[in-house]
């Protein structure tokens, strides 16, 4: 048991996929594992522990925004060996050609500030997949759903007011915007275990095209498929 986890040794399994969403984890638990159990609801964070195809898998909410992804990423690595973690989320696209329910595989993720960003100092940290859960990804997705591979911005404001950035980031290519990718891989970079982001489209910068809230769980079922395949690839 950590501070934020109340699950007990053994309770975790190597493999966790992290929605932002706890209510997301119960609904991707009830669906694709057999036998899920509650692991954790401290905080109303709630983690279930199940098998999906005879892999054990953990589905653990990890809240909104770096800072909290960091609190449950840390306490999964070093208080309970968790050695695969793939963000499952959310993001809203920067591009044109990204469409509503497309799939994003994030190779990289720019940043302006991240937990870990005093840590740096005056580096500018380069937060990046793991390759072979992002290669894996990309196999599992063909026949799934329209998936696109490439940078991603990672933002620590929700309401951001800096369109200017956004249209940099545009420029430059960044295919989409989320909360939590970016600490996620520096995370796994510094206690050596695999990360991923799997994302998908849920509403438009520049049209303004957004998902329906009852249409977002039936629309991430692709992204979760592509998620546990990738691990067990």
């Known amino acids: 048991m950590s501070f934020h986890i109340g699950a007990t040794p053994g309770d975790i399994a190597e493999t966790v996929l992290l929605p932002g969403d706890p209510y997301r984890a119960r609904w991707a638990a009830q669906k694709f594992l057999e036998d899920p159990v509650l692991v954790n609801e401290v905080r109303g964070m ?19 925004g770096m800072p909290s992804l960091s609190i449950y990423a840390n306490e999964l690595i070093k208080e309970f060996g968790a050695k695969t973690l793939i963000r499952i989320g959310s993001a809203g696209a920067l591009q044109p050609h990204l469409k509503l329910r497309d799939v994003v595989l ?3 993720s720019a940043t302006t500030h991240t937990p870990s960003s005093t840590i740096f100092r005056e580096m500018n940290f380069a937060p990046t997949a793991d390759f072979g859960l992002l290669s894996a ?8 759903a329209t998936t696109h591979v490439g ?3 990672s ?8 369109p200017d950035l956004n249209d940099q980031l545009q420029r430059h290519g960044c295919l989409c ?19 991923l ?25 692709a992204m979760i498929e592509i998620a546990l395949e990738a691990a067990f690839a």
């Open 137 to 144: 990804a990309y196999a599992a997705a063909k026949g799934r």
């Open 106 to 108: 994030a190779m990289s």
């Open 151 to 153: 940078m991603i911005h």
């Open 197 to 221: 982001a799997v994302l998908t489209i849920s509403d438009h910068i520049l049209t303004h095209e957004a998902l329906p809230a009852q249409d977002r769980e039936t629309s991430f079922a």
């Open 46 to 64: 709630l983690g279930y522990t199940g098998t999906w195809k005879g892999h054990r898998v953990t589905i653990h909410g990890s809240g909104m």
């Open 155 to 162: 933002s620590d404001t929700f309401y951001d007011e800096r």
């Open 177 to 195: 915007v989320e909360m939590e990718a970016a600490e996620l891989y520096t995370l796994a970079a510094r206690h050596g275990v695999r990360a």
